[in-house]
């Protein structure tokens, strides 16, 4: 018996693998179009992201660096401000360069923080901060200086450790305590820091070294980061001078 | 004339020769794919090494109130001399002194050199060339040699202060004051590049 020649048979089963193996090749094209994309965008944004962070920690050191040394100087509020933005502008000149080697452009302004108050006694030293807040753990011996400008109801210093003591701020004023514990370290806190603004300096030592926490003012400080991809602008306050 | 057979041959010629079109695309797909090779897999490769770098650098630039970070001591501290990896440790190009005290070699070897991650570590600052502010070549502090073309940098910027390079500070003698009548002394900026060997 010979074999029975069916060409509508073969050009079925033709079709079908034609067909079979257009849908592989559409499928892996469309797998790797989206990983493509996917993988385009989770890499493009991270770069950014830590030149940012880093942009933000220069500043802040740098804004601190000229506080500090402003006020070193001495004189009035006008001879520490001209020195202060004599040190960012010559910062900002200078730092433009280096990121314009990453094909980036970089600008910082500042605020003239002798025209504006001390800051709150909130964590981050503005009016809506948290009042209630930790200043540093661990600490052996302190010696505190609180300068109060600003008054409004009921500020404490809080001491604790095994015990707590409360130290209750009445009035404006400069207030001073030098606290010391042999074997039970104490955390030093701020109660109510919303209802007084001023100064603070702490020293003394706390997890086996030397420490300071010190603040006077906020200073809002915009930096301005651009790229071929982003264009970011931040402002963000920063503590000086700690 | 409608010939069924001749049409029959031409779709069984295209169907043909597309299977060995993609036998042979596949075959040089496999044959050439490597870790180091461009695409998808490799920018996955690439992405780690960079969160890798900037996690080592960011760990390094920490600081507290009053303090340097590590990394800022280990700018201050370097001598400016290039270092290699000999197998040991980071050893003086050239030389048999090692690259003691720095915070930065002791992350390196516990990080990368563990993983087998090839890298390098330049210095790149500011200097005054005739009243003009511009950047300095890359200054190497640690080499291994040209990296691969899919090579990765991270970079961290730091700035120096007149009070950080007196007594003993600034050792390497090549970041200078850019700016003698304020307190700013020089930024610098440490580029870490790692590639996969």
Not at chain 1, 4 to 11: L, P
Not at chain 1, 44 to 66: C, F, M, Q, W, Y
Request: proline content about 2%; charged content about 15%.
């Amino acid at each position: 018996m010979g074999i029975i020649q069916n060409n509508d048979a073969q050009f079925m089963l033709l079709a079908g693998f034609i067909i079979a193996i257009g849908l592989v090749i559409t499928t892996v094209m469309f797998s790797s179009i989206i990983f493509e994309e996917n993988m385009a965008i989770g890499g493009g944004s991270d770069p950014s992201k830590n030149e940012l962070v880093n942009l933000i920690h220069i500043t802040k050191d740098e804004t601190r660096a000229a506080y500090n040394n402003s006020t070193a100087s001495g004189g009035g509020n006008t001879a520490k401000f001209n020195n202060f933005s004599k040190q960012m502008q010559y910062f900002n000149g200078n730092l433009s360069k280096m990121y314009a080697l990453h094909g980036e452009t970089v600008n910082i302004s500042w605020e003239n923080w002798t025209n504006k108050g001390y800051a709150n006694l909130t964590d981050n030293g503005t009016a809506n901060g948290v009042s209630n807040w930790t200043v540093i753990e661990n600490v052996k011996n302190s010696n505190i200086t609180v300068d109060v400008i600003y008054f409004n109801g009921a500020f404490q210093i809080r001491l604790k450790n095994s015990t707590e003591k409360l130290i209750n701020i009445t009035s404006t004023g400069t207030f001073s305590f030098i606290n010391s514990t042999a074997n039970d370290p104490y955390s030093i806190a701020f109660v109510n820091g919303a209802n007084a603004s001023g100064r603070f300096n702490m020293t003394g030592n706390a997890s086996g070294k030397q420490f300071i926490r010190a603040r006077d003012y906020v200073i809002n400080t915009t930096m301005t980061f651009s790229s071929n991809r982003i264009k970011t602008i931040l402002t963000i306050p920063f503590s000086v001078p700690w | 004339m409608l010939d069924e057979k001749a049409q029959l041959h031409t779709l069984e010629g295209v169907s043909a020769a597309t299977l060995i079109l993609l036998v042979i695309i596949y075959a040089i797909d496999a044959t050439s794919m490597t870790p180091l090779t461009s695409s998808t897999s490799n920018a996955h490769v690439q992405s780690e090494l960079v969160a890798l770098g900037q996690d080592i650098l960011n760990t390094l630039d920490y600081e507290e109130p009053g303090y340097n970070s590590k990394l800022k001591n280990d700018i201050l501290n370097w001598d400016g001399n290039q270092y290699i990896w000999n197998g040991y440790d980071y050893i003086l190009d050239g030389g048999t002194n090692y690259l003691n005290n720095s915070n930065l070699s002791s992350i390196l070897k516990k990080t990368l050199i563990s993983q087998g991650i090839a890298h390098k570590v330049e210095i790149v600052y500011l200097i005054n060339s005739s009243n003009n502010i511009i950047t300095s070549a890359p200054d190497k502090m640690i080499d291994a040699g040209i990296p691969s073309n899919n090579a990765v940098i991270v970079s961290r910027k730091i700035v120096l202060q007149d009070t950080d390079c007196t007594g003993g500070g600034c050792n390497s003698g090549k970041y200078l004051d850019i700016d003698p009548s304020t307190n700013l002394y020089n930024i610098v900026d440490i580029k870490l590049i790692l590639w996969r060997t």
